[in-house]
């Protein structure tokens, strides 16, 4: 009883979320799994329904497909809580098989909600010849990149996007370069990086690994991420062109073997072919700044700027000295930005600002402050004070100049010692004041270093460090050309000493797949880098190894037990989920990466 009250209470509690968090609207994708299908093969097609009323929503109406045979469709729900905000789904896919060569277009998709009726847009799609082949044929790898690869320019490009095309002189303008990409990528490299000459130009920091995520364009489903950010301040007017990006990226494609000598020595993950690609040219039209209204004084600042002003003390003694800081914060290009006038009253002595910033580069647009500081040193006392300073700039929000102003300060001064007061009014300046007790200048302040009488250079820690250097020297190149010739003619030796490099290297290509989503790939790494380390650390043969030798052979070379067992555990566990239908969340993927690379470093010191 006291079960079915708790089930009806955490309905009631979910409805009442629902009710708040949902938003009211409805949005319908249609997308193909890709656009590219060979005669005879199976290609989906994917209805995607999300919003609050998701699940009354009716039945897809889908177009007429005449070009393919319809299989059946399959069904799955996606519900999250994100930032408080619950999103949720409802993806039907329909299965279809190729029957007909041409391209063609899958009409828009239309589903019904309430008085309402959504229709997506049309898709095209292209079904091609299926590519024959020969056995042992000498293009048939190159052959298969093409089929596996398909058309690269319709699977993976670069798009630059300005997030204004007109602005004014000094005005920021962010440029966004995302790719685009329905391959998979491994890795990518910048080639050329886009010129930005009569510009300013501000980097933002978009991490050391660009987060992805899933967009629909041209009803096909890509995988998108930032790959370069940049706010870009121009220095003249006119029309300016921003030139294209250029990055190199390594594609992973399956090799189409036919051969089973082939299959059996093939790598089953493929191979990696270089393709680079660029982005568009950004256009921007740099608007001058207005002769209308432009202030007296005005030195090109643009921006949405904000001004202040303070003293570290407003109460104080001649005796004293104190620190009056300007402040300038906002939008804008902040290393343009000049020291502001300030009128100081005469009776104090100042000097030049500290001048600091900092750079805000975060987010969608970026911010900073730039700080002066002045020291002053008041000689007389009274009440004095530091008027308002006004810093023109022009603001491109309100496309209008503006006048920041501050606040005046007042300083209440006290009379300080007699001493210090006799010295304000001696009329010496502080840097004269310095220089008392200084009126003797010393021919040299320093002597040399002296030498004792009946000094021996045998005596010298140097001597004999010059003596002995080079048979020391030769000592270690005759070592290490024992060791060379070692590397040559000793395999076992060989292998114990490049055992550890080759098991990094694989790692290494382990963690890259990590978020990319490959999960074969990153166990085959793993089980590769770990099995190969043992087979070379006992200079056996990788593809013999033997699950209860290779237990026995470390046992012999001082391998606890615990050890042991870990290390055949992630053998274990790469061989399951190497083959296991269900993929490994990255969390997984980096928890077990750390317990591999724990078990690595031990093994490493108990077999050295």
């Known amino acids: ?29 249609a ?46 729900q996606n519900i999250q809580f994100i930032n408080g905000k619950m999103s949720a789904s409802r993806t039907i896919t329909y299965h279809y098989q190729a029957n007909k060569i041409g391209t063609f277009t899958i009409g828009g998709v239309t589903v019904k909600a309430g008085n309402k009726e959504y229709t997506t847009e049309p898709i095209e799609i292209k079904i091609v010849k299926s590519s024959q082949q020969t056995p042992g044929s000498k293009n048939r790898e190159e052959s298969a990149t093409q089929q596996s690869s398909g058309s690269l320019d319709d699977n993976l490009f670069i798009i630059a996007v300005a997030d204004k095309k007109t602005v004014y002189k000094n005005e920021p303008v962010t440029i966004t370069y995302k790719i685009y990409t329905r391959v998979d ?30 967009e629909i364009l041209k009803g096909k489903q890509y995988t998108i991420a930032e790959i370069q950010k940049m706010s870009l301040y121009p220095l003249s007017a006119g029309s300016k062109t921003i030139e294209p990006l250029v990055v190199n990226c390594q594609i992973r494609v399956q090799r189409s073997r036919r051969d089973i000598f082939d299959d059996f020595f093939s790598d089953p993950f493929g191979r990696t072919v270089t393709k680079t690609v660029s982005s568009n040219p950004v256009n921007i039209n740099v608007l001058p700044l207005p002769e209308k209204g432009k202030p007296e004084g005005f030195t090109g600042i643009v921006g949405d700027f904000t001004i202040t002003s303070s003293a570290d003390k407003k109460i104080l003694t001649t005796d004293d000295a104190i620190t009056y800081t300007v402040e300038i914060a906002g939008e804008g290009h902040i290393g343009s930005i000049s020291a502001p006038e300030v ?52 603001n491109p929000r309100t496309e209008s100049y503006q006048i920041l102003t501050t606040d005046p300060v007042v300083l209440n001064i006290g009379k300080g010692s007699d001493s ?10 502080k840097e004269e004041v310095d220089l008392i007790g200084k009126d003797i200048r010393f021919i040299k302040e320093e002597y040399d270093s002296l030498k004792k009488i009946g000094w021996n250079i045998f005596n010298s820690i140097y001597f004999w460090v010059i003596f002995i250097l080079p048979l020391l020297l030769l000592g270690i190149a005759v070592t290490y050309r024992k060791h060379l010739d070692r590397l040559h ?21 382990a963690k890259a797949n990590i978020k990319l989503e490959e999960q074969k790939a990153f166990y085959a790494a793993v089980h590769k880098a770990m099995s190969g380390f043992v087979s070379d650390k006992l200079n056996i043969s990788g593809a013999g190894m033997m699950i209860e030798d290779v237990k026995k052979r470390l046992k012999e070379r001082g391998v606890s037990d615990s050890v042991i067992e870990e290390y055949i555990l992630i053998l274990e566990t790469c061989d ?3 083959f296991s239908p269900t993929e490994a969340t990255t969390e997984e993927k980096e928890e077990f990466y750390t317990k591999v690379e724990s078990n690595l470093s031990v093994l490493s010191k108990q077999l050295s």
Request: glycine share 6%; aromatic share 10%.
């Open 576 to 578: 399951l989920k190497r």
């Open 1 to 29: 009883m006291k079960l079915k009250k708790f089930n009806i209470l955490c309905n009631i509690i979910l409805l009442i979320i629902s009710s708040v968090v949902w938003a009211d609207n409805l949005e319908i994708k």
């Open 31 to 76: 997308y193909v799994d890709q656009s590219v299908v060979s005669l005879n093969s199976q290609f989906n097609l994917n209805v995607e329904i999300s919003g609050s009323d998701y699940q009354s929503a009716g039945s897809p109406q889908l177009p007429d497909i005449n070009f393919a045979n319809y299989l059946g469709s399959s069904t799955s």
């Open 185 to 214: 990528v491994t890795s990518f490299g910048l080639e050329t990086a886009p010129s930005t000459k009569g510009f300013l130009k501000e980097d933002f920091d978009i991490g050391r690994r660009p987060q992805t995520s899933k």
């Open 420 to 429: 210090e007061a006799a010295v304000a009014h001696s009329g010496f300046s």
């Open 343 to 394: 009128s100081f009253p005469v009776i104090f002595e100042t000097y030049d600002p500290d001048i600091t910033k900092s750079i805000q580069n975060k987010g969608s647009r970026i911010t900073g402050r730039k700080i002066f500081k002045y020291v002053l040193v008041p000689r007389e006392a009274g009440t004095y004070k530091i008027e308002s300073i006004k810093y023109p700039v022009f």
């Open 489 to 509: 003619t000793d395999h076992a030796y060989a292998r114990n000493k490049a055992a550890r490099r080759d098991a990094r290297k694989h790692l290494s290509e």
